[in-house]
């Protein structure tokens, strides 16, 4: 999710390379660097913080370079700092390279290199891809590069200069979009064509595997086995804010269909089949440790409250330990009770919320083990606890929490797994759960094909005055993160309930003009929720219902039926989720709402 951008030809490369970061800066935004190729080698400076900061570090100095390479950064490996922010160079510093991506390998890698008297100066997976590449070069940058890709397992878009051959970039993908700009004596490389479109329209796009060799007057490109492939050169004719929505209406909408993507980033590199045990190991827990814990107590705000609770059903069913969920406003000033071999976990999109990051602090204080499932890197909360899982769900720009959500959703599933493994789980178990969690981007993606006919839902209800949400089990918290995403978008005062509460008081709002959205999932409470449907539907009460695929039932029962794939019972909050988001952003996009900017919303609460 950072910004790559990098100029041959024959202009003055550091205002292209600044104006292209300063367009992608959205993407990610914690550092920044550039890197120059020129007649006294390779040449980088860097700053931590916003592009400002950059052009601040470079005011002053003159940069006659014609060829560049630059990085604008969301932290993946190691905090947002000078020294981590791209480009790396391998310590001769005859090599600068950007990416983006995550090299999953890259511990071993380090630890060959290493064998191999390289040193390494900071945290990065990039650094060692750097070393990596230096290792190999003899007298050909492409080759060096292949070879050092042929060595890696994760995902990656990069560009790479070297002191030696001056007037040659070289650009890779593999998972990590990557766009050649091709223009009149100059080409451009660019993980978003944002960055290149005031240049040249004429772009191609890398496809996954390949390698281009770019100067100012040519490009080509081959694949990783080194066989040679025919460009496809397209035109682009859409606007500058399309292309950074992705060609969106809204942010939000984008951060939705991005989820099959950051899913499969969450779980990148942390599943081992084998073992049937994922790998988290930036928990900092040994595996007695693992073991001894008697409680566990999540605490976080708005959305990631609700994917704590969704934590709760999972850890306590596959690996017995209790969890208790709490507000962390309320767990701050409360008094709690912190047993000895107690775990904490902050549970933070931002990192930075000023109540999660209090009740941490309380809970530190108490002598608590503290963990962070965060998804900014370096974040306080990051920081401050002793250990924890990033959820690589890359830059959230819409208030709404949406991508951020599943991902937090997706690290507590591997959480409860390795949990469970350290108990009572078999490795068969796990290899089977595990199995069920990789499938899960692709399932994602089949819902999200359903945007159409869940916009034609709203086009029925989206000037209705009231919703209620209803969920039974893990798909409670569920039913109250739906009717939190109708809320703070589209200001329809909307309500989520245990299905079975409904006839405790809810009911009696039930007419008309109340629609129901109902999670009913083929599982153990399926003919308990049918009833409660049934109960909604004598009233006169209207039914939106999320089903399991292959529910020939349902369709009679409810006016609107969104399907969603078969997954195990406790993973399905991470699918019945997904036309929830949609619906959502269908009836707030219908009603005119400001939807990536909610009226007195704020994306993080820095303050009590
Ligand atoms: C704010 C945002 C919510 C978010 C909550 C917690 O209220 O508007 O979308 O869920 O903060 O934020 P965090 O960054 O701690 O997950």
Redesign the pocket.
């Known amino acids: 999710m950072c910004g790559i951008i990098g100029y041959v030809g024959d202009k003055q490369a550091l205002p292209i390379l600044l104006a292209g970061l300063r367009r992608m800066e959205y993407r990610g935004y914690d550092s920044a660097g550039v890197a120059f190729n020129g007649p006294f080698g390779v040449h980088v400076r860097k700053a931590s913080g916003k592009i400002a900061k950059l052009e601040e570090e470079l005011d002053g100095h003159e940069y006659e370079q014609t060829e560049g390479i630059a990085h604008t950064r969301w932290a993946t490996h190691g905090p947002p700092s000078q020294l981590n922010a791209h480009p790396h160079t391998d310590a001769a510093s005859t090599i600068a390279l950007v990416h983006n991506g995550i090299i999953e390998n890259y511990h071993s890698l380090r630890k060959a290199l290493e064998k191999h008297g390289r040193t390494f100066s900071t945290d990065t997976d990039t650094e060692v891809l750097v070393c990596l590449i230096a290792e190999y070069y003899k007298d050909n940058l492409t080759e060096a590069v292949r070879l050092a890709l042929s060595q890696v397992e994760g995902a990656y878009g990069i560009a790479v200069i070297c002191e030696k051959e001056p007037g040659v970039m070289v650009a890779a993908r593999n998972g990590s979009p990557l766009v050649i700009g091709h223009g009149d004596g100059e080409n451009f490389v660019a993980s978003d064509i944002s960055a290149v479109l005031n240049y040249t329209k004429r772009v191609v796009f890398l496809d996954d595997g390949e390698i281009a060799t770019v100067t100012r007057d040519s490009y080509k490109i081959t694949n990783i086995d080194n066989a040679s492939i025919t460009p496809h050169v397209e035109e682009i004719t859409y606007s500058l804010d399309q292309i950074e929505k992705g060609g969106y209406e809204h942010f939000m909408l984008k951060e939705i269909h991005e989820q099959a993507h950051t899913l499969r980033d969450a779980i990148r590199g942390r599943l081992n089949f084998e073992e049937g045990m994922p790998r988290l190991n930036g928990l900092n827990l040994q595996v007695d440790q693992l073991r001894t814990i008697d409680r566990i107590i999540i605490s ?6 609700h994917s704590g609770l969704i934590g709760e059903y999972m850890i306590e069913e596959l690996a017995r330990v209790p969890v208790e969920v709490e507000y962390a406003s309320e767990f701050r000033y409360r008094s709690p009770i912190i047993p000895p071999n107690s775990v904490f976990i902050a ?7 000023a109540d ?1 990051l209090a009740a941490m602090r309380e809970a530190k204080h108490s002598g608590a083990t503290t963990l962070g499932i965060v ?1 900014v890197v370096g974040s306080c909360i990051a920081r401050e606890t002793d250990g924890g899982v990033y959820t690589h769900s890359g830059p959230e720009i819409g ?3 949406t991508k ?1 959500f599943t991902s937090q959703v997706m690290v507590l599933s591997m959480m409860s797994i390795l949990l469970g493994r350290m108990r009572d789980l078999s490795s068969q178990q796990g290899m089977e759960l595990i199995d069920y969690l990789q499938n899960i981007p692709d399932q994602v993606e089949q819902i999200l094909q359903q945007d159409e006919h869940i916009k034609d839902i709203a086009e029925v209800y989206h000037k209705s005055n009231n919703f209620l949400y209803l969920g039974r089990g893990v798909n409670f918290p569920v039913a109250l993160e739906g009717a939190l995403k109708l809320k ?1 978008i589209s200001y329809i005062h909307a309500e989520g309930y245990p299905a079975a509460e409904m006839k405790h008081g809810p009911i009696a709002l039930i007419d008309e003009n109340m629609p129901v959205v109902v999670i009913a999932l083929k599982d153990m409470v399926y003919d308990k929720v049918i009833t409660g449907i049934n109960q909604v539907k004598a009233r006169g009460g209207r039914v939106i219902a999320i089903a399991t695929e292959g529910d020939t039932e349902i369709a009679s029962q409810a006016d609107h039926v969104i399907y969603i794939p078969a997954t195990y019972r406790l993973f399905t909050p991470l699918l019945s989720i997904i036309p929830l988001q949609l619906l959502a952003y269908h009836i707030a996009a219908l009603r005119g709402c400001e939807i990536d900017q909610p009226r007195n ?5 820095t303050v009590e």
């Open positions: 976080a705000c708005g959305t990631s409250w549970m933070s999109q931002s990192g930075e919320t999660t998804n208030v709404a929490s951020a703070e919303l704020a994306k993080s609460v």
